[in-house]
Nanobody, 123 residues
């Protein structure tokens, strides 16, 4: 059974850091993406990592601040978020790519989603 469980969210001051984790089970060898959704806004692709060569992609809004990585032994994907800004406030979800789909920031390319973890950046 496919399952994705996010953790690591919380309240942080601007300029601070958080590391999100996405523990996956029931599958291997699929691209994993991180997405976020703020109240009243559409879901936005943040970053993704491929299954084969660990190629990564980032939204322009987070380039240079966020880093995605993958621990194959633990079947877990991480999102290290540095220099957080108030506009990063959102519920963050990880998702598994559909079969034969490579790393992408399009939500429609993903079929299984975690429940999300809240990230709030505020002073």
């Amino acid at each position: 059974q496919v399952q994705l469980v996010e953790s690591g969210g919380g309240l942080v001051q601007p300029g601070g850091s958080l590391r999100l984790s996405c523990a996956a089970s029931g599958f291997t060898d699929y691209a994993i993406g991180w997405f976020r959704q703020a109240p009243g806004k559409e879901r936005e692709g943040v970053s993704c990592i491929s299954s084969s060569d660990s190629a990564t992609y980032y939204a322009d809004s987070v380039k240079g601040r966020f880093t995605i990585s993958r621990d194959f032994a633990k079947n877990t994907v991480y999102l290290q978020m540095n220099n957080l800004k108030p506009e990063d406030t959102a519920v963050y979800h990880c998702a598994k790519a559909k079969r034969y789909y490579s790393c992408s920031l399009l939500p429609t390319n993903y079929d299984y989603w975690g429940q999300g973890t809240q990230v709030t950046v505020s002073s």
